[in-house]
């Protein structure tokens, strides 16, 4: 445990020195927002809502047409995609350090005490203390609750009374990022991140099916070798694609169980996109989109550099990203033009996701903003 906290320290150390050098010289200062650019035209803001316990959401889950939203404070509210209503709302009863996972009836967070609660509808049902620290939002599906934890083992619990059903632990790496992983799922797969790793594992047993890389870790020490798998992850058909901390994107045949191309692209955000491009900022937060087929370079943007962007969401023909005073930056998607900007709540941007044709963008101040295509 004193190894595991020591590397858990280390890796979030980098990532807050990281972020203190953005603002520390002149030179380094966020990019000057691009004068003339509209408050209308390609999104509309659908609607807005905050929960008056909700400060600073930990993540989004999405979920047929809902979006479950969590705070640290321990809340949840599960919200209609189309027009915000709330359909349920619960509370955890103490502050929480991951979360959210959801399939649509059972929802599952974590706590500061490091025990996974999973609610039905917003009914508390059970908790369960995990053995390591987690970070990374669980994953619900087949009335199973699934965790990835700090060292990215990997626990399947029965989503009604919560029972430990299997466990998955492989040789780690030396060194995890303390950042949420990857946890999806694939038809009658569980694929998770291990290091630079995407691996299939059978839900039911735990027993490895396949494993891919997404990038080859190089460098001559731990930390320059550092390249956990960073959520969110995409998937689009049999295509599984994430980015590797430091050193690339790539798409992985989550049906073959094979790589299908990755390209030098380093960043702590996880990706976004849609049948045709996948989208993400790197460490300087310039945004480039590849083609979802072969990797190809479809566009380059870099009017938002160290604006500490969030990871993009596609809907339509436009990318949304948002970024650290809460500015949404809509984007021409076929070639990374700025065609609109909306601003949220003053706070930074924390979290994004999509359902259908709805975006969701969540604040640190607990503003939820949801935009959807202009008609």
């Not at 858990?8 to 953005?22: D, H, Q, R």
């Not at 949420?180 to 694929?191: R, S």
């Not at 969540?362 to 959807?372: D, K, L, S, W």
Request: glycine share 12%; hydrophobic share 45%.
């Amino acid at each position: 445990m004193k190894r595991l906290l020591s590397i858990g320290t280390l890796a979030i150390s980098l990532g807050l020195l990281g972020g203190c050098s953005l603002f520390g010289k002149d030179k380094d200062k966020p990019a000057v927002l691009e004068a003339g650019i509209p408050s209308t035209g390609a999104v509309r803001l659908a609607w807005s809502s905050k929960g008056d316990s909700v400060n600073f959401p930990l993540g989004i889950a999405t979920t047929g047409d809902r979006f479950v939203v969590a705070g640290d404070d321990g809340s949840l509210h599960a919200l209609n995609a189309t027009d915000g209503r709330e359909a349920w709302r619960a509370h955890a009863g103490s502050k929480l350090t991951a979360g959210v996972g959801s399939d649509g009836r059972f929802a599952a967070v974590v706590n500061r005490d490091n025990q996974v609660i999973t609610f039905d509808g917003g009914k508390r049902l059970w908790a369960k203390a995990l053995p390591t620290p987690v970070v990374a939002p669980p994953l619900v599906a087949g009335e199973r609750v699934f965790v990835l934890t700090i060292d990215r083992q990997v626990l399947a619990f029965d989503a009604l009374d919560g029972r430990k059903i299997w466990e998955y632990r492989r040789a780690g790496d030396a060194l995890t990022l303390a950042k949420p992983g990857v946890l999806v799922a694939f038809k009658d797969t569980l694929v998770a991140g291990q290091g630079a790793r995407l691996v299939g594992l059978d839900p039911v047993s735990g027993q490895l099916r396949w494993e891919a890389t997404v990038a080859q870790p190089r460098g001559t020490n731990e930390v320059e070798r550092l390249a956990d798998l960073v959520g969110p992850a995409l998937r689009v058909g049999d295509l599984i694609c994430a980015r590797a901390f430091q050193f690339a994107v790539g798409c992985v045949n989550a049906e073959r169980g094979s790589s299908l191309w990755n390209r030098n692209a380093g960043g702590t955000q996880g990706v976004g996109g849609d049948a045709q491009i996948i989208v993400g900022a790197d460490a300087s937060d310039r945004i480039s989109a590849w083609k979802l087929s072969n990797g190809d370079l479809a566009w380059s943007a870099d009017q938002f550099i160290r604006r500490r962007l969030v990871e993009p969401v596609v809907i339509g023909k436009q990318v949304l990203v948002a970024d650290y005073e809460g500015q949404v930056h809509v984007l021409d998607r076929e070639t990374g033009k700025t065609v609109q900007r909306v601003a949220t709540d003053g706070s930074p941007a924390v979290a994004a996701a999509r359902v259908g044709t709805t975006a969701l963008i969540a604040t640190r101040n607990g503003g939820v903003f949801a935009f959807q295509a202009a008609q």
